[in-house]
C-alpha cells in the first residue's frame, strides 16, 4: 500500500473514532477520544498548517469536510497556535467543536454555561498529547495553555 493509501484508511479510522464520540457525547457533555490512526493522520495535518487553502487539496479542509459528512454537520476547520505559558481568554463555545493538538501539548480548562446541565457536570481540566482529541459541546466555555508552543486544529459543527 503506498503512503497516499495508508493516509486514507487512516484518515477512515480516525475519523470513525471520532464519529463514536460524537455519538455517544454530543450535546451532552465534553469527552476526550484517542483515534486510531493518529500516527499519520497528525502529521499530515501539523504539515498542512500554512500551505494555501485554495490548494487542489488540503488536508484539513478535507478532513473537515470528510467528518461534517459523517455527523451531517457543515464543518469548520482552524489552526490555532497556543504560545508557550500564555492561556488563552476563556471563550464560549458556541457550536459542538473538536479540538485536536497537533504539535505539542495543551491543557483544556472547561466551564459549563447555564444550568441546564446534569448533576454533576461542571468544571474540567484536560491535558491533551499531540494525536488525542477532545470533543465540547455547545454550552461550555474554554481556555487554552501550553508549556510549550502547541498547535491545535479546531473543527467546528454547524447544522446544515
Not at 28 to 33: E, G, K, L, N, Y
Not at 56 to 70: K, M
Not at 83 to 109: I, K, N, Q, S, Y
Amino acid at each position: 500500500m503506498d503512503a497516499a493509501s495508508v493516509l486514507q484508511a487512516d484518515l477512515e479510522t480516525f475519523l470513525t473514532d471520532m464519529v463514536w464520540t460524537f455519538s455517544t457525547h454530543g450535546g451532552r457533555s465534553a469527552a476526550v477520544v484517542w483515534p486510531r490512526g493518529e500516527d499519520t493522520v497528525v502529521p499530515a495535518l501539523a504539515a498542512a498548517h500554512g500551505q494555501d487553502g485554495d490548494a487542489p487539496w488540503h488536508p484539513a479542509l478535507d478532513f473537515a469536510e470528510r467528518l461534517g459528512a459523517l455527523v451531517d454537520h457543515e464543518t469548520r476547520a482552524a489552526y490555532h497556535t497556543v504560545p508557550a505559558g500564555d492561556a488563552t481568554e476563556e471563550t464560549p463555545v458556541a457550536a459542538d467543536t473538536f479540538l485536536l493538538p497537533l504539535l505539542g501539548a495543551v491543557e483544556a480548562r472547561l466551564t459549563p454555561l447555564g444550568t441546564d446541565w446534569p448533576d454533576g457536570v461542571g468544571w474540567l481540566r484536560h491535558r491533551l498529547r499531540a494525536g488525542e482529541v477532545l470533543y465540547l459541546p455547545a454550552g461550555f466555555s474554554r481556555a487554552l495553555s501550553a508549556r510549550s508552543q502547541a498547535l491545535v486544529l479546531e473543527l467546528t459543527l454547524s447544522v446544515r
